[in-house]
Every structure is written in C-alpha cells, then in structure tokens.
C-alpha cells in the first residue's frame, strides 16, 4: 500500500521543482530585447532544419532494447523464483538466454552495433 | 477380372495411343482401332462363352473392396440391358473412331487417349453397380469429354465445353448429394451401411425425404437425357464438338441417362417415382415439342440434330416414367434407335463440314447433285429419324406410346405430335439440304469473291498480291468439286442402316433381353405390362 | 508524534538534504577534480569556496529565463522538471537507514528500472522540442545510450534478487546481515556500477553532453534554472547510484559500531567520491566503442553472471 | 515431458543452430541443408508418433490426430523446402533468414495446433504471424511484398487484439485460460459480471480467426498479400498458417461449449455460407493466378466452417460423432495437399502471375499443365482426385447432420467454382500461335510433378490406406 | 476496491479507441500506435481479471501482451522505416500497388 509519507514526498518534489520553475522565471531579468531567435550552431547561421534523416542504427538499437528488454521482464520473474522452480526452472532459463544469446551473436554479426564506417552495399 | 478388364483395356489403350504419339502420329488411331476391336471381341467371346444364366437377371457379377471405411466396393454387374448399351457404345465408338480418322489431325494422341477414357467411363457407368462407383465413371467420363470439344471443337467451343460441363457438374453434385443422402437414409432405416446397388434396392428407403432425394438423381440424370429446362448445353456442345465427340454425345452419352433413370431411380424410389411421375411426363412431352420446335427453326446443321435429340429423349424420359413393361422396353428401344440414327446424322453433317466447310442451310443446297451417295445415306437417317416404319426409332416411339396411353393417355396424344413435328423439320432439312439446284454461298472454299481473287492473281504480274492471295484457297476443279462418300465411309454408314433396319424388322431377340432386367425394375410398381 | 514524523518530517529532511548533497557536490567534484589534477578549484568564496554554490545559485536563478521562439514551449519546460521528479522519486525506497526510509515497497527494484526508463523522456522531450541540431543529437546519443545500457542495469540488479529471492530493498539489506553481496556478486557489481555510471551519464560515459563534439547535447539550448535543474539531475543522479550500489552490494545502513545512518552516508560518499575520480581518470570512448560495449560485452556477462548465480543458489545457497 | 514434444523441440534447436550458423559463417546451401535437416528430422519423429497414446498436459494436448496433421503439415513443409533452394538461389536477396523465419513459423504452427490453452494458443499463434510477417515482407527490392508485409502485420495485429478481447472476456468471465474453462464453469456465473461476456467473448475470438483464416466479412487485403509475397511465402501462408488456425479454431469449439451456443452457430453458418458464395465470386473477376487462390481459399474454408456446426450433431454417419472429425481432417488435407501442389507447379512457372501467361501451356510444356490441370480438377472436386474425396467426406457428414440449407450453398458455390478453375485449364489449351518449343524440364521438376500427379490421382482413387489411417487416429 | 465494471468500461472504451485509430487514421505509424492501444486496453481486463480471480494467470497473460507488442513494434518499426524510405510516406492509401 502506497504510505502517506510517500504522497508527501511526491507532493513536496513536485511543488520544489515547481518552485525553482516559478522562482526563476520570477527573478529572470526582463526587457531586453533580443535578437538571438536562432538555434545555436557554433554562432553561425542554421542551416536546414532539424528533420535529419537519422542514421539506421538508432532504429535498430530502439528495436533491439524493445526485444532485449521483454527477454529481461521474464528473467526479472525466474530470478524472483529460482529456488522454488529448482533445477527444472533453471534449465529453462538456461534455454531461453541460450536462445537469446544466439541471437545477440546473430545481431552483432549482422553489423547492429557497427557505427563505424559501412563497407558498399550494407545497409 | 471379367468385367473390370472391359474397361480397362480403353483405359490402357489411352494411355498407349497419348504414348505412342511420340513415335508415329498414325500410331494412336490405329492403337484406338485395336482396342475398340479388342474390346469387342473381348465381350463377344464372354458373352459366347460363357452360359446365359437366364435363371438370373445377371449375366456377370464383380465385386472388389474398394473403400472400406465406407463400404464402398468396386461392384460391376452386368445384365441385358448394360450388354446391349455396352455393344452400342462399342459399335458407336467405332463409328466415332471412323469419322475421326480423317477429321483429326492435331495432337493425334491426346485426342485417341481423351477419346478412349470417354468411352472407358461410359462403359464404366454402364457396368457400376455402387452407387458411389457410378457416379465416379458418370464424372470422369465428363473430363475428357470437356477436353475433346475444348480441344478439336469448332469455332465457339471454349464456350459450349464451359456450359457442358458445369451443367453436368450441377446435376452430377446434386446426385452426389443424393447419393450420399440416400446411403445415410438407409443405414438409419435398416442399419447397414451400404452403397451398394444390390443391397440398396432390397429396402427402398421409406423416409419422406425420399421425395427430394429422388428428385437430386432424376435432375442429374435429366440434365444429361436432356430435357427441357435442362437441355441448354445440349446444342452448343453439340455443334461445338467435333464429329467424333457429337457422335458420342449424341449417340451414348445422352443414353447414360436414361440407363440411370432405369437402372436407378425407378427401382430405388418407388414411392417418390409416383409422385413424380405425371411431373416428368409432362416435362418429357414438353421437351419432345419444344425440341422440335427448336429444330425446326434452325439453319444450323449440327443445331437441327442436336434439338431434334432433344425431341426423341423425350421419347425416352415418356418411356422410362410410364412405369410398364412396354414403355420400357420402348424407351430402351428408343435409346438404340437413336443412338444409331443420330451418330449418323451427325457423321452426316460431319462429312458435309468437312467437304462445305460449313453446316449452315442457309449457305447451300442441292447436295444430291455433287453427292448422290451421301445424300441418299442422309436421306435414309433422317427418315429414320422421323419414324418411319420397320426401322427401330419407329418400334421405340410406337412401344412408348402405347405404354404411355396406358398410363396417362393425355400425355401420349400431346407427345403423338411431337412425331409429327418431327416429320416436318426433317423433311424441311432434306429438302434444304438435299434436293434444289447446287449453290453454295459464303462457304471457304466456293467463295465468289475468293475464286476472283484467284484470278487476278494468276493474272496478276505483282508477285507480292499472288504471295498474298496464292494460300487463299485452291482453285475448285469443276469436274468432281468435292469427293462423295470414301469406302470407309461408306461401310460405317451401310452398317448402321443395316443395324436400324435389323432393329425395325426383328426386335424381339433384344426385347426378350431385356425383359429380365426390366421385370426387376418394374417389379416394385403394381402396375406391370406384358412384352409384346 | 510518531505518525507526524513519519509522514512529514522524514520526506522534507530527506528532500532538502538531497538538495543540498547535489548542490554541494558540484562544489566537491571541481574541488577534487583539482585536487586531481594538480590545481585549486573554487576557493574563493567563503571557507575552502564552500559558498561556490550559493553564488552558482544566485546566478543561474537570475539569469534570463530563456525560452527559445523556435521550440516547443510546453515541452522545452517540462522536460527539466521530468528529469528532477524523476530522480528524487527514486530516492523514496532507499532505506537510508532502519527507521528513516519514505517508502517500502515490494517491488522497489521495479521501480527503479521504471524511473530510470521514465528519465529517458525527459532527455528526449528536451531534445525534440529544441529544436535545435546538436540537441536532438544529443538526446538521441542519450536515449540510444541509456536505453542500451538500462537492459543489462535491470539484469545485473536480478544477480542480488536470486540471492534474495526479492525485489524489496528492505529484504535485501536485511539478507546482507553476514556479508555483502559484493563476495558473492563481485561480477554483478562491476556491471552494475558500470550500468550506473552510463545510465547517469558521467564521465567516461558523458558523450551525450560532450562539450567538445555536440556543445551540450540536449540541452543546448537551455539557460537558467532549467539548465540548473539538468545540472542538479544529474548530480542527483550520480548520489542515487552511488545510494542504490550502497544497498544493493554494500550492505546498506549496516554497520558496526557507528549508527546506520552515518555508516550509510559513509558507503554512499564513498561512491560519489568515487564517480568523480572516474571522470578524473579514465578518458572518453568514442560512441560506437561505447555502443558495443554494451551489446557484446556487457549484456553477454550480466546474462552469464545471472545463469551463475542461479546455480551457485541452488548448490550452495540453501 | 513426453516425447510429444520432440519434433518442436527438433525445429527449435535447428532454428537456434541455424541462427548460429548464419551469424558465423552466411551460405545458402549451409542454411538449405541444415534447415532440411531439421524438418526432415522432426518429421519423421512426428510420423513415428502418430500411434503414440495420447497425453494431456495444461497447455498442449497430444492426440492421434495432432499428430496426424502436425505430421501432414511437416511432410507438406519438407516438400516445400526440396523446392526452395531453386526459387531463392535466383533471387539476389539474403536468402538465409528465409529458412529462420520458415522454421518459426512451422515451430509456431506445430505447436498451435497441440495447443489446449489459451496462453500457448496466443504465443504460438504470434510466433507464426510474426514470422509471416517477416516472410512476406522479405524481398527487399519489391515494394508489393513490403506492401503486403504491412497490410498482413496490421490485419494479423487487429486480428490478435480482437482474439485477445475474446480471451480476456471468457477469462474474466470464467478465471481460467484452458479451452474447456467455458463448459466447466458455466454455471458459475460472477455476481460481478451481470453481462454474460462468454458469447461476446467467443465472437470476439471467433472473428479473429476469420482474420487469420480471411473468412468472408474479414477478407480485406487477403487478395493484395497474397499477391505482394514471394511465392513460397505465399504457399506457406495458405498452407500453414490456415491450417493450423483451423485446427485450433476446431478445437476451442470441441471444448467449449461453443457448440450449444445458438447465436454462436448461427454466425457460423452465416460466415460459412458467405465465404463459400463471396469467395467464388470475387474468384470470378480476377485474372491474376494468385488472387484467384487467395479467393478460392476463402471458399473452402467456407465449406470446412460446415463441418464445426456438425461437432455436436446427433445424427452421424455410423453413428458415430468422431466421423465428422474424420471428415474434417480429410478435407482439410486433401485441400493443403491439393495447394501444395498447385503452389509447387506456380513456383515451377516462375514470373507466371497472370492467367493469361498460362495461354498454350499444355502445348509447350505437357507435364506441367497436365499437373495444374489434375490440381484444378482435385480443387474443383472431380472424381478421381483427393479433393473430391475429401469432398465426399464433407458431404457425408453434412449429409448425416442433416445440414440442408448449407449444403445447398455449397452445390451453387461449388459450380460457380468449376467455371473459374476450368477456367485456368481452358487458357492452357488455347492454341498459341507462336509455334513455341517444348522447354525441358530438369529432373527436380519432373519429379515433382509426378509426385503431385500421383499423390493427387493416387490417393484420390485408392483412398483406403489414407481413410483407414484416419479412422484409426480419429477413434 | 473497484468494481470490475469500470474496468472493463475503461478497457472497452481503450480498445474502441483503438479500433477506431485502426479504422480511421492512414499513417502507419499511427495505426501501430493505435493497435497498441488496443492491446493496453486488454491487458488492463487480463490484469483486473487475474486480481479478482486470485490466480496469475492473468498476469501471465499480461507479460505475453507486452511481448507482442514489442515484437509487432519491432517489425512493424522495421518496415515502416523501409517503406519510407522507399516512398517516403506512410500513408496507407497510397499503398495501392496491389489492387486488383
């Protein structure tokens, strides 16, 4: 059960935070006028706008957390219980991070993680 | 073995004819003649050897097990009737067989295999004796059949092989229902699982859905007589088929019909035959005047037989649903006699195609000046086919008749003018065809226009319009403009007549045959006629 | 009393000393990266330039509150407070000692792992609604980065739930009564302090924010408090994984002799001491370096260190 | 663990070595090889365990029958695979993740077919669709198969949410995921839950499957995906992946207690005769080879939907209620066999995708068309073949229930049938006028047309071994 | 504690939201995030029902639930990316190559 004291403490957290938000905007000085309405980039003019086009690897490590994360939801449980499931849940586990292992090989393999330098025709 | 082997030896001699191909393009008629002989012979020296029960309806009886689990057998049976249609399918195939040998010249093999399993399941069909079994021959026979008019038909046949098979898919579906229905009504009612013909007519089924299931085999069978609402495939795939195929259709395939009607919807049905009856006779009077109607209005050829089929099934349908002895035997008589007329009329026209390139009676006239002999042969066949004493179509109309005047005199007088009609689009084809002066219009080969093409040709100096023109046509030489009858030709003919006019004279032999198996199936119905 | 005390006092006193500790340790880490590197440091307001942070903090809150024109306003505001929710959330299961802790929940480590998912927003919203190149740069690099390494993080905290055969932080505090886990999870925690140091971005692991390849990062374009408070979440940050590597490996507030609570802040002083001598020692890897790092090392040996443990628990273990 | 699991557990260390063996080293015929290894392996135990007795477990329930179509389905996937290595040595993709992502997926239909409970029934049931949607997706340079791969990932996606509404219902309805939770705690309604949620549960799951199955009201895009695949994709997809929901969807209905549930029967019989009738006649429009199968799929799945309405009938042929089982089994393998071979012979024409390109077949290349004609004639129904005993079958059961009114849907549809599929066979006798050359076939591909053609006529006409087997499996 | 009424209210209005993004949006990746909605909306049944019911069961299928869907973002995610590449749209009615 979520205690008192714990609402409390997300009440006060969000009132400092607000806090520190208003306060400064309060004492932030006023009236100048500004002529600065551009993105920083090394105090140059912006060039193009912001849609870059991103490289394939942030997809593809996106993609990989979203499966590799589910994989740790299930060993979060089996860790929770591997003295109840003995040996039978251990074999099992071994299985699937095998399973799993197999295919984090085949990932790196398949260049996921290369950042580096692509040779022609890789993707 | 006996019977199984009937109809095997078409079905390996197919498989030889498409094989030898390869070889010699001459081989598969010749290997198709072999087998139609042998085949012939083969029931010849069974028939012969071995003594005629006449104690027993059944002459030979085979069974093997075929599909357990069902208790489905591969039953063969044969009595008087099956011999009688078997031989006709034979002689018919051979007639077939004859007009093929010229008219046939692509994929020779492919044809004689399509050919010999057409007339393998028509045997089949007429030797099955399980339920499940006949409707196998009755399907497969179908295939190739829709592959001969595919194949070699006429101009149209795409569409004429389309509309006959689904036709008789439609019926064969509804009788596969049936079937299936009926086999079920009876193992609920007697508890013994059977498709079996000889188990099955031991105790029709009592059940008022009897009724409809009846009604499922009499459409699949009418489909394939055909009569009246169900005739529409009849005249294209008639006209559409080559020579050789018409002659099957017409000559056995319409017959498979009427040999289920009386093989198995009047034994196997009784009641729910009662019912129906005053129904399909009046369908089988309706289809006797609309057929002749119908070709009566014709100008095609190959239409005015195929309508005028329509016409003398209807005989039959009359016949089969008199339930008594003689309309039966007249409907069985009816069956032959037109087996054999129209083979001929369609032989007939096939030659007429093959000499005019055309079947139209608006096209020509006057044959009998160029083709005394052919016109004659044409004459004979259409006044058989009219009905005209001593030959068999007039024994097979006159035995149903009177049948039917026993049973539903009305009906009887309406179909006596279907005869009459009959009389007139013969006649008017006779004389359209036959007699007035000779002039042929729009036909290939006497085109006016093409004859002057040919001589501006042979005047011409430019080679390039003789280059064009030159395959156009050949110059008709005036003297014999196109041959009559060959030998061959001739001797098919001759013994077709011959078996008409034997049919006419002295019927009683294959009356007396086909008393048994007609007794057996009348014996159910309290109204029983005597033979003639 | 009792019930005043547990419900407020507790929660504002650990509020305001958080503040305070993340306040003063950016005063701690230039005094000791100097001491480091051979040089002073700010010592020039009050004693030791101890009153540093107080004239830090009287500038950033008077600077100009800049919002940009060309940023998505609603956003570019949340983002910062996001990220300090966040962290001080976390701080609200740390049993800091047997008495003084905000919250005890069952599933604490859950909910770790949830906020530290959760702080990814923050980063990103920062980086979308700047607008600006080199944020949203940086707060790719970053969410790709903490993303990479929270899977492995998660894994190499499951070694010390097997042991326990809980997620409560309480329980396993308790379990380390005769000896801390780092005996019998030394791999665990090397991968975990090193989950740590990413997830909370620090040197050698602070490439989101390189000064020298991307400015800042994500928050280029950010000024005043709400700069402060990505400034001050991060420093939060470091003293929460120093607080949880505590618990988990350390033996929490155990102790003898001295009251848990000092042993506690001992233990996690040690640790923040410690992040900061990783920033002075160790130089920066390059981003792909650090990107496979994570896949084909790390993750492999959390997965092995977790099959290990399983077995030692079930020969040994009971 | 019994050795029910042995052919799964077979496919599942192949797909594990394999996934190895392409990360270490990529070769196609490495991948071919192993992958055939594997099926074959898993084949062979899964025959050997056709007699095996029966075993239930919470999950999966192993009975003769399971067995038998697990082992059909494997043997059909062996014969796909022999064919493979040609079809993707020519394309210039990868070719080596084809065979993973065709391993998953027979690893998720086998085991969706054992599966009792709803929890393995959902997890193999993605492991397949996911799979899917990668193999339909797979030609990297073919905009239709990227195409086709997202309308299947968002069609199997809805599908899946929709079946996991129906399950979440009965499962709060009733507080158990076995398929059977229906039946056994039906009196036990929830004070908490006035709506009764089971019926609405079930419909929710049962147009689900329409999805998977692309029965009629849910047959969007079924046309465009098969289409877009490459072709082996396809064939898997109407092959495998039907199959198996069928057999699950029979299943649920066998336990549940589906089969008293009036309105449940009612929309049956309404989907049924909507797919027979709707997909014969989008069929007739469609001129492309594919799309025609795609929508004669949907009508013989219309015909096998008859067959769950008779789970319960009391009047059967020989009196006996697993007949209509036995129907069932029958038709659905003689309609996968009958694909099988049809999609062989495609994969055979390769570049074939309208009718039109068929024109003359028969006359250039007499082995193959006479193989596609066997096979329009089995789908039609014709004597002789297997799809006409399974048809008979069919028939029979329906005949013995008493289902009048569905069957004669079945005879208007079943004609309008014949005509597309004598259709494709008449465009192969057309005469071409370019006097064409017969090409030669290689050995690989008469053999596999022999094979079909013998399989198709042979077990159609001899159909005594196969129909004894399957009464000795269904009792 | 409450009524499992209200949740299978939220939960029902959950997946017609969903149902309706499926139907009514033409962006891919909106429809992923549409059919994610959906399965959030049955998970939220599987985990109310598991707590009424006393058995994980549910639970169990809730975990399943959220595998799938990082598995269909997964694969949706990578095709979506090549599809726009290729097109550079995501409108899904303007995926009409295959019409027949």
Redesign the interface.
């Known amino acids: 059960m979520?205690?008192?004291?714990?609402i409390?403490?997300?009440l006060?957290?969000?009132i400092?935070?607000?806090t520190?938000?208003i306060?400064?905007?309060a004492?932030?000085?006023?009236g100048?006028k500004?002529s600065n309405?551009?993105?920083?980039?090394?105090g140059i003019v912006?060039v193009?706008d912001?849609n870059?086009r991103?490289n394939?690897?942030?997809?593809l490590?996106?993609?990989?957390?979203?499966?590799?994360?589910?994989e740790?939801?299930?060993?979060?449980?089996w860790?929770?219980?591997?003295?109840e499931t003995?040996?039978p849940g251990?074999l099992t586990?071994?299985l699937f991070?095998?399973?799993?292992?197999?295919?984090?090989?085949?990932?790196?393999?398949?260049g996921?993680?290369?950042?580096?330098i692509r040779k022609e025709g890789e993707s | 073995m006996t019977l199984s082997l009937l109809i095997l030896i078409p079905l390996l001699g197919g498989l030889l004819a498409w094989y030898s191909q390869g070889f010699n393009p001459n081989l598969p008629r010749r290997i198709s003649l072999f087998t139609l002989l042998g085949s012939l012979a083969y029931i010849g020296i069974l028939t012969l050897t071995s003594p005629l029960a006449r104690s027993s309806q059944w002459l030979f009886d085979e069974s093997h097990v075929w599909i357990d689990r069902f208790n489905i057998t591969a039953h063969f049976s044969m009595d008087g009737l099956s011999l009688i249609l078997i031989l006709l399918t034979l002689l018919m195939g051979l007639a077939a067989l004859s007009s093929a040998w010229s008219e046939i010249d692509k994929h020779q093999g492919f044809f004689y295999f399509n050919f010999l399993w057409t007339l393998a399941g028509i045997i089949g069909v007429f030797l099955a004796m399980d339920l499940l079994l006949f409707f196998v021959f009755w399907e497969v026979m179908l295939v190739p059949m829709y592959f001969l008019i595919a194949i070699w038909g006429h101009e149209n046949r795409r569409y004429a092989a389309l509309k006959f098979f689904l036709f008789t898919q439609a019926g064969g579906l509804l009788m596969l229902l049936s079937t299936i229905a009926l086999v079920v009504f009876h193992y609920q009612e007697t508890g013994q699982l059977s498709f079996n013909y000889h188990v099955l007519i031991l105790a029709p089924i009592a059940s008022p859905t009897a009724i409809w299931i009846c009604l499922g085999f009499i459409i699949a069978f009418l489909v394939k007589l055909p009569a009246f609402p169900f005739h529409p495939w009849l005249p294209d795939a008639h006209t559409q088929a080559p020579t050789p195929a018409s002659i099957i259709l017409a000559a056995i395939l319409l017959k498979t019909g009427g040999y289920g009607i009386i093989r198995f919807v009047l034994p196997l049905f009784p009641d729910a035959v009662q019912f129906w009856s005053p129904l399909m006779m009046s369908l089988a009077v309706l289809s006797i005047i609309y057929g002749a109607l119908m070709a009566f209005s014709q100008h095609d050829l190959k239409r005015i037989v195929a309508y005028s089929s329509v016409s003398h099934m209807g005989f039959v349908l009359l016949g089969c649903f008199s339930l008594n002895m003689i309309a039966l035997q007249g409907a069985v008589m009816q069956m032959l006699a037109h087996g054999l007329s129209s083979a001929a009329l369609f032989m007939l026209v096939g030659l007429i195609q093959q000499r005019l390139h055309s079947r139209d009676l608006h096209q020509f006239s006057g044959l009998w000046r160029y083709f005394p002999q052919l016109s004659a042969m044409g004459l004979f066949f259409a006044i058989a086919s009219l009905g005209m004493p001593g030959l068999g179509n007039f024994i097979g109309e006159f035995l149903v008749l009177v049948g039917a005047l026993e049973q539903h005199a009305s009906f009887a007088v309406l179909a006596s003018l279907g005869l009459i009609l009959g009389a007139v689009y013969s006649l008017r084809m006779i004389q359209k065809s036959f007699f007035g002066p000779f002039q042929t219009r729009g036909s290939d080969l006497d085109d006016p226009a093409s004859t002057v093409d040919t001589e501006i040709a042979l005047t011409s100096t430019s080679d390039q319009v003789s280059a064009k023109v030159a395959p156009l046509s050949k110059p008709p030489t005036l003297s014999s403009p196109y041959p009559d009858l060959s030998l061959k030709e001739k001797l098919t003919l001759m013994s077709i007549a011959a078996g008409l006019i034997l049919l006419g004279i002295h019927p009683q032999p294959l009356l007396d045959m086909l008393e048994q198996p007609l007794a057996q199936v009348l014996a159910l119905y309290a109204i029983t006629g005597s033979a003639l | 009393m009792m019930a005043l005390y547990e419900v407020l006092l507790v929660p504002t006193s650990v509020l305001l000393l958080l503040l305070l500790c993340a306040a003063w340790s950016t005063w701690l880490e230039r005094r000791l990266l100097a001491v480091w590197q051979d040089r002073l440091g700010p010592n020039r307001v009050g004693p030791m330039g101890l009153l540093q942070v107080v004239a830090d903090m009287i500038k950033i809150f008077t600077k100009e509150d800049w919002v940009p024109p060309f940023a998505d306003k609603a956003l570019f505001i949340i983002a910062p407070m996001i990220l300090m929710i966040m962290t001080l959330l976390g701080f609200a299961i740390i049993p800091f000692s047997p008495n003084i802790q905000i919250a005890n929940f069952d599933n604490a480590l859950l909910f770790i792992l949830a906020l530290s998912s959760l702080s990814v927003y923050s980063i990103m919203l920062a980086g979308f609604s700047s607008n600006s190149k080199y944020a949203l740069l940086g707060a790719m690099r970053t969410a790709a980065q903490m993303l990479s390494y929270e899977v492995f993080m998660g894994l190499a905290l499951m070694g010390v739930v097997i042991i326990t055969g809980s997620f409560s932080l309480n329980d396993i505090v308790a379990a380390q009564e005769n000896y801390w886990f780092i005996l019998s999870q030394p791999l665990g925690f090397v991968l975990f302090l090193i989950a740590g140091v990413a997830e909370s971005h620090r040197a050698p692991f602070d490439l989101p924010e390189a000064e020298t390849e991307i400015v800042a990062g994500f928050h280029t374009e950010y000024s005043s408090m709400k700069f402060g408070m990505f400034f001050i979440g991060e420093y939060l940050g470091v003293i929460f994984v120093s607080a949880l590597i505590t618990t988990l490996y350390f033996g929490g507030w155990q102790g003898p002799v001295l009251p848990p609570i000092i042993w506690f802040l001992l233990k996690t002083g040690f640790f923040v001491v410690f992040f900061i001598l990783l920033r002075a020692a160790i130089p920066r890897p390059r981003y792909d370096q650090l990107m496979r790092l994570g896949w084909a090392v790390l993750l492999p040996l959390t997965l092995l260190n977790l099959l290990l443990t399983a077995l030692w628990q079930l020969t040994l273990g009971f | 663990m019994s050795n029910h699991y042995l052919p799964a557990g077979i496919l599942l260390s192949t797909i594990l070595i394999l996934l190895l063996s392409i990360a270490l080293k990529r070769s196609h015929i490495h991948a071919f090889l192993i992958t055939g290894v594997g099926l074959i392996g898993a084949c062979l135990v899964q025959v050997s365990l056709i007699e095996a007795p029966a075993t239930s477990e919470l999950l999966f329930i192993f009975t003769p029958v399971n067995a038998l179509v697990s082992a059909g389905l494997l043997v059909i996937l062996v014969f796909l695979w022999s064919q493979l290595y040609h079809w993707l040595d020519k394309s210039d993709n990868t070719n080596e993740e084809y065979y993973l992502l065709l391993l998953t997926a027979s690893l998720g239909a086998v085991s969706m077919i054992a599966s009792q409970h709803f929890a393995s029934f959902f997890l193999a049931l993605e492991l397949m669709s996911l799979s899917f949607v990668g193999l339909i997706a797979y030609s990297n340079n073919n905009p239709n198969s990227q195409e086709a791969g997202i309308k299947y990932l968002v069609l199997s996606a809805g599908a899946s949410a929709l079946i996991l509404m129906g399950i979440a219902l009965i499962y709060l309805q009733t507080g158990s995921l076995t398929f059977d939770a229906v039946s056994t705690n039906k009196l036990q309604h929830l004070a908490s839950s006035p709506l009764n949620l089971t019926t609405s549960g079930m419909i929710f799951i049962l147009t689900g499957l329409c999805f998977k199955l692309s029965l009629v009201p849910c047959h969007l895009w079924v046309a465009d995906i098969f289409e877009g695949a490459p072709l082996p994709t396809t064939a898997l997809l109407a092959i495998v992946s039907k199959l198996s929901a069928f057999i699950v969807l029979w299943r649920m209905f066998s336990y549940g207690e589906w089969q008293t549930d009036s309105t449940i029967l009612d929309v049956i019989a309404l989907v049924a005769v909507a797919s027979m009738l709707i997909g014969n006649l989008l069929a007739l429009q469609q001129d492309r080879l594919l799309r025609i199968l795609a929508f004669s799929s949907i009508s013989h799945f219309g015909y096998l939907l008859i067959m769950l309405l008779l789970l319960e009938g009391n009047a059967s042929l020989l009196n006996d209620i697993s007949f209509n089982l036995e129907a069932m089994v029958f038709y659905l393998l003689a309609y996968m066999i009958t694909l099988t071979g049809t999609f062989s012979v495609l994969m055979q024409l390769e570049n074939t995708t309208s009718i039109k390109q068929l024109s003359g077949l028969f006359w250039r290349q007499p082995l193959q068309a006479t193989c596609l004609s066997v096979l329009m004639l089995s789908l039609a129904g014709i004597p002789l073949t297997i799809g006409f005993m399974g048809k008979f079958y069919l028939v029979a059961a329906a005949i013995s229930g008493q289902l009048w009114w569905p069957m004669s849907f079945l005879v208007i549809a079943s004609v309008i049938g014949l005509y597309f599929y004598l259709r494709i066979i008449m465009i192969m006798l057309a005469k071409t006028e370019s006097a064409s050359v017969p090409c030669k076939l290689d050995i690989r591909e008469k053999v596999t047309s022999w094979v079909i053609i013998i399989t198709v006529i042979g077990v159609g006409t001899f159909p005594s071994v196969f129909a004894d087997m399957l009464e000795a499996v269904t009792h | 504690m409450i009524e499992i009424t209200w949740v299978l209210v939220l939960s029902g209005v959950l997946f017609a939201i969903g149902l309706f993004g499926l139907l009514s949006r033409r962006n891919l990746l909106f429809m992923l995030i549409s059919l994610e909605i959906m399965l959030n909306g049955v998970a939220l049944i599987f985990v109310a029902a598991s707590n009424l019911h006393g058995n994980v069961d549910g639970q169990l299928m809730y975990l399943f639930i959220l595998t799938l869907a990082a598995c269909e973002v997964a694969v949706g995610l990578a095709l979506v990316i090549h599809i726009y590449r290729q097109q550079q749209d995501l409108d899904v009615d303007k995926l009409t190559k295959l019409k027949g």
Not at chain 1, 2 to 6: K, M, P, Q, R, T
Not at chain 1, 56 to 59: G, P, S, T
Request: hydrophobic letters at 60%; aromatic letters at 20%.
């Open positions: 979520v205690s008192a004291s714990f409390f403490y997300v006060a957290i969000i400092v935070t607000m520190m938000i306060l400064s905007h004492l932030n000085p006023r100048h500004r309405a551009y993105p920083y980039e090394s912006p193009g912001t870059i991103w394939v690897n942030y997809f490590i996106a993609i990989s957390f979203v499966i590799f994360d589910i740790a939801v299930f060993l979060y449980l860790s929770l219980v591997v003295v003995s040996w251990l586990a071994s991070i095998l399973a799993l292992f197999i295919a984090l090989i085949y990932e790196i393999k398949q996921a993680f290369n950042w580096g």
